[in-house]
């Protein structure tokens, strides 16, 4: 299963389930205590969930961004004109 980091509040990861792909699944959300992620995680990284915890898709997470990018830059594109 595959994660996105929504928000960390007060040592609390809340992440959304997604598809296995670059768009959001619109999935449930999960806590996750910050002391389970990986090094270094932050709003909007994908984790996978493994037998032996969670780990960071840096792959996926790139996609991801640049999806929402271009989908930011398409938007404000059409607007200006």
């Known amino acids: 299963m595959h994660y996105i ?6 040592g609390i990861a809340v992440c959304n389930s997604m ?5 959001p699944g ?4 999960i806590e ?3 002391s389970e992620l990986p090094p270094h ?3 909007g990284n994908v984790l996978i969930k493994t037998n032996d915890g969670y780990v960071y898709d840096a792959e996926l997470t790139a996609k991801r961004r640049a999806n929402l990018t ?3 830059n398409r938007l404000f594109d059409k607007n200006i004109k």
Do not use: L
């Open 5 to 10: 980091i929504d928000r960390i509040e007060s």
């Open 19 to 23: 598809a296995t792909g670059a768009s």
């Open 26 to 29: 619109g999935g449930e959300d």
């Open 32 to 34: 996750i205590p910050v």
């Open 41 to 43: 995680s932050k709003e």
């Open 70 to 72: 271009d989908r930011m």
